[in-house]
């Protein structure tokens, strides 16, 4: 059977709607293996999100893909929720893997020497993206119930968003009704969140069946205007790309999210708060390094300035207001940002804690960087977080 067919056949009983049934399924795949995945040890991605934010992958598809690149640990990382995270752990001992639990949310920073600047969110100033990293089990309920009202305050704005979206789309005859286009394609019912990615995926879905997948490129670049680089019009122009609906989103996020936008206000919770929320929980609170970005690895960020001009007041605040970490991503950044981010961690003592970023089916679960002697040290910190969850 030709691999990529297998994978999706394999995805299919690991997506299952239930998550009992999903790893029940897991366990007759692993038990059924003739021989068992190349392990690297070098590697660990702390980042994966699920289904229950935006990904191709429930929790036990997670774990299975993770396992079958070779990874021994990996974590969840999903947008305002820790819904997966059971299943997660559940599919790790299956899997025979060791797993940490975490989430993001974006919070307030107006309460903050921060306040107003941009920081690591794209869309937004005075707003960031916060990782809370390494949830104990014990905390899984308390952190639901905080952001189960932050999710509704969250669909409110989606809503808007969504409206704004078919005023811009009106013209070529496309409508995207946020109850049967949007909610459908998320977790929202189970706990999940639904983001931005699920607008442009709704959107995405929408034009390719205006368009067809031979009209995609010219529908993108002709009607809405939107000048494609040399690989994205290479990956759009392919029929048979198996990756479509995900680098067809990534460009509606990097170009459309900008003129749909509507700011997040209510759902972001005050930043001092969730400094407090994680200290509860016994969470490891971490401020995730974007950095100021070139060509952007996912596709789905425009070239940019964020925190580099201001990073040592950055670290500062973070010390002031109880932060205990900083996360951040190899592949996304040049050596000298890292070796300086690297340097200030140190001098601060900051945790250093580091995950790929994974929500789309073109990604590795595998960052090769770590691989690095400069960047080893963060594969012990994974497997210090497994440890400390147990």
Known sequence: MDKFVERQEVLRLLNAPAPEERLANLAILIGSEKE??????????????????????????AVYCARDEGLQTAGIMDHDSIAGAVEFRKAGKIAG???????????????????????????????????????PQSGFAR?????????????ERNRRMTENINQIMEPFGITLDFDTDVIPISQYENGGSITERHLM???????????????????????????????????????????????????MKAELVGRIYVPATEECMPFADLVKLADEVGAILCYPYLGDVTDSVTGDKKAAKFEDDFLDELFEMLKEEGVHG?????????????????????????IEIS???????????ICPQLADPQFRHLVDAAWKLVEREK
């Not at 068992?36 to 992958?57: C, D, G, L, R, W």
């Not at 919070?107 to 005075?126: E, F, I, W, Y």
């Not at 995609?216 to 040399?230: P, Q, R, T």
């Not at 995950?355 to 679960?365: C, H, I, L």
């Open 36 to 61: 068992h995945p190349e392990v690297k040890p070098q590697y660990a991605n702390n980042h994966i999100h699920t289904i229950y934010s935006f990904s191709p992958y429930s929790p036990t598809a």
């Open 355 to 365: 995950g790929e970023d994974v929500n789309s089916s073109r990604q590795s679960m």
């Open 201 to 251: 995926c709704a959107l995405s879905r929408k034009i390719l069946d205006r368009a067809g997948r031979e009209g995609c490129v010219e529908f993108v670049e002709k009607k809405l205007g939107i000048a494609l680089n040399e690989k994205n019009r290479e990956r759009l122009s392919d029929p048979e790309n198996p990756h479509l609906i995900y680098d067809l989103l990534g460009v």
């Open 97 to 135: 893997i060791g797993t940490t639990c975490g989430m993001e949310c974006r919070v307030d920073l107006s309460a903050t020497r921060m306040a107003g600047r941009k920081l690591n969110n794209p869309d937004q100033a005075g707003i960031c993206y916060m990782a809370v990293h390494s949830i």
């Open 326 to 350: 900083v996360t951040y991503m190899p592949a996304r950044n040049t050596r000298e940002q890292l070796t300086r981010l690297q340097k200030l961690c140190r001098e601060y003592g900051m």
């Open 143 to 155: 952190m639901d119930e905080v952001f189960r009202p932050l999710r509704e305050k969250r669909n």
